[in-house]
């Protein structure tokens, strides 16, 4: 398994491999079956998701406020060499209307059936904020 998790550009070390392995074996009988396997590396992608989007709002939330204001995300936009209108952006994806995005509307922007988004206007946000994936 740590042969296979080097090919593949994973490094873990000895006492993480065994957690994955005592987390992925299921049933406990020593080996990892396809359904195990499976099962871990859909855990293991999600976990990354989540660390890519906890990254991604923290490069937006400059002050470290634990929201996005209209100013860091006006900063942000120019920084893609967008010059669209902030305010409008914003007001896409702050459904608390607090004047900010904080990160559950992120996460929640972000992870949102493109379905959904075609019903609920927030098209043009998640556009911008995927640009960071």
């Known amino acids: ?6 090919k593949w550009g994973h490094k873990i070390n000895d006492s993480e491999l065994q957690e994955l392995l005592a987390m992925s ?6 080996l990892i079956d396809y359904n195990e396997f499976v ?7 999600k976990l990354n998701k989540e660390e890519v989007l906890q990254r991604a709002f923290k490069a937006l939330d400059k002050d470290g406020s634990g929201s996005i204001s209209i100013d860091e995300l006006g900063e ?5 060499g967008i ?9 896409g994806a702050d459904t608390n209307k607090d004047g900010t995005i904080d990160y559950a509307e992120f996460s929640c922007l972000l ?11 927030h098209n043009q946000a998640k556009g911008f904020f995927s640009r960071f994936f």
């Open 1 to 6: 398994m740590k042969v296979a998790l080097a």
């Open 25 to 30: 074996d299921v049933d406990g009988d020593g």
């Open 39 to 45: 099962a871990a590396t859909m855990h293991m992608s």
């Open 76 to 80: 942000a936009l120019r920084g893609f």
């Open 83 to 91: 010059f669209d209108d902030a305010k409008a952006l914003l007001a």
């Open 111 to 121: 992870r949102a059936n493109n379905e959904d988004l075609k019903h609920s206007g």
